[in-house]
């Protein structure tokens, strides 16, 4: 997994180039690095689940590091509810003197994949993904204390229920096959870790 990131993070550095002073790319090419990026951060996830299974919640003892963006512990939920719909049409509606009509809303420019684009924000989430692969205790700590900080009510797991997010059947990657194999992993040892549970007890009290 950590050789996958580092070669995304090499094709990113390729494509803004050695000298640029601000990270830029085409548009196409950030939207293919960020199909990668999210399964990336799913299996990173999940090795993260694996390894905090067993942990219990103790002071960090890590020296300071390099800053870098925290790791996202918690999968990104799925939004189910109802939006809302604005009816489409010309601008908002003014009335003068009686006369109703609508002031024509002024037209964005068309998205094209030739576009130069930021990407700072991937940067980030590629060295946020690295950071945690290279030390997954660490994050494992993070999760264990994460939860523990929280009342059990407000509690999320940090596998969503159904398939991980990027998870995808066409035009699949080697992320993906990376993915599913953490993905079952991190479900056997959430399953052990149940049973264990079970018949120690704690799930009865």
């Known amino acids: 997994m950590l050789r996958l990131v580092l070669g995304l993070f090499t094709t990113l550095r390729i494509l803004i180039g050695e000298t640029a ?3 830029v790319i085409l548009r196409r090419d950030r ?3 960020s199909i990668l990026l999210r399964p990336a951060e799913a299996a990173t996830r999940r090795l993260i689940v694996i390894a905090a299974r067993h942990m219990e919640c103790v002071p960090s003892k890590d020296k300071a590091k390099e800053r870098v963006p925290a790791f996202p512990l918690i999968d990104p939920r799925k939004d189910f509810g109802e939006r809302s719909r604005q009816p489409k049409g010309p601008g908002p509606r003014i009335t003068v003197l009686g006369v109703d009509h609508r002031e024509p809303m002024p037209e964005k420019p068309p998205r094209l994949d030739d576009d130069v684009v930021d990407a700072t924000r991937l940067l ?5 993904i690295q950071a945690a692969l290279e030390d997954i205790p660490a994050q494992a700590r993070r999760l264990v204390a994460y939860q523990s900080a929280l009342p059990e009510a407000k509690r999320l797991p940090p596998m969503r229920p159904g398939l991980p997010p990027g998870n995808r059947q066409r035009g699949r990657h080697e992320v993906h096959e990376i993915l599913n194999a953490c993905h079952g992993l991190a479900q056997m040892a959430l399953d052990d870790l149940w049973r264990e549970r079970q018949a120690s007890g ?3 009290q």
């Open 124 to 128: 980030r989430r590629l060295r946020s």
């Open 31 to 33: 939207r293919l690095l």
């Open 202 to 204: 704690v799930l009865r």
């Open 21 to 23: 002073s601000k990270p």
